[in-house]
């Protein structure tokens, strides 16, 4: 069963290329912290599985490592994150959550 927020922000969040990237994230809301993977991500958002995934609406903060090989360049790239969840997806073997990017900023990780 999904559920979804239907509003021209989340469409176009389904709309932009997704990137099927299978990354380690903690997500933060103002209560608690979820250990997920990403299914996929995007310019405007990320898919993530976990065990138990935030309330539809909730804010969340998320860092992602942006693998070198994945951003072309010579350095890791962390990528710091606040949005908020707008839908789930619940499958046979996960839980997952769609969460809108609405800020980000970007550092180079040293290696």
Known sequence: MTTTLNSPRTDAVRAAVRFPLHLEITVRTAERE???IT???SSNGVLFASEEVPEVGARVTFKIKMPSTIMGGHEDVLLYCVGRIVRHKRTNTKN???AVIDEYSLKAEQA
């Open 34 to 36: 979820y250990n997920a």
């Open 39 to 41: 299914e996929d991500v």
């Open 96 to 98: 997952m959550a769609a």
